[in-house]
């Protein structure tokens, strides 16, 4: 028997899963909460196999709530159930040790699939999403290499512009003139394809330059 926790924090929703792994002789609802603090309360506790996790929820949310759940409580699989399509929830999530991710606007024979992949240790992705996956892994590689092309000093010149340093700052900060910075910031440009600062500073977050 597949114990599952539903984590939600809409209660149709919960109710509706529930209603559809129960028609299975070989899964069981054995726990559900609404928020991330009541998981984490009782995750020590739950003789669980596999907990369905939403990612938009109140107090912690999902992705947050998957960091505490590997720290508490590693062995446990977690299937991430979600509205969010976007390649970089699902990079996250995989990243923090998810088991499986799977849009909500999945059917149940899907979600079924999902369930016995985790269970049985593979790693599920929903199909649909590989694509797009494939896609952002493919400009991460494109990216790497860019980045090393760039050298230490437009690095540190990249950094601060991206954090909003205005050219004036950026040369008091490394010690050198303004004039060298826009040509650094001219070379930057060139080398990682944007037209703007705004668009320097998207390309520096993506590739974890910078943190937010």
Do not use: W
Not at 19 to 48: K, R, T
Request: aromatic share 6%; hydrophobic share 40%; proline share 1%.
């Amino acid at each position: 028997m597949i114990k599952i926790m539903l984590v939600d924090d809409h209660k149709l929703i919960r109710e509706g899963i529930r209603q559809l792994i129960e028609f299975n002789d070989d899964m069981e609802v054995v726990s559900e909460y609404s928020n991330g603090s009541e998981c984490l309360a009782n995750i020590d506790n739950d003789d669980v196999d596999i907990i369905l996790l939403d990612i938009n929820m109140p107090e912690i949310n999902g992705l947050e709530l998957l960091s505490s759940i590997r720290k508490k409580r590693n062995s446990v699989k977690v299937l991430m159930l979600t509205v969010h399509n976007e390649v970089e929830y699902i990079v996250k999530a995989t990243n923090l040790g998810v088991n499986g991710y799977i849009l909500k606007d999945a059917g149940f024979e899907e979600l079924k699939n999902a369930i016995y992949a985790v269970y049985k240790g593979e790693l599920y992705i929903q199909p649909k999403l590989i694509p797009y996956l494939n896609s952002y892994l493919i400009r991460k590689d494109r990216d790497t290499e860019i980045i090393k092309t760039l050298t230490n000093r437009e690095i540190e010149v990249l950094k601060l512009v991206a954090v909003g340093d205005s050219n004036r700052d950026v040369a008091n900060a490394l010690g050198i003139s303004e004039r060298t910075i826009k040509n650094h910031i001219s070379n930057i440009f060139k080398k990682i394809d944007v037209n703007d600062r705004t668009q320097a500073a998207v390309f520096a977050i993506k590739n974890n330059l910078i943190s937010i």
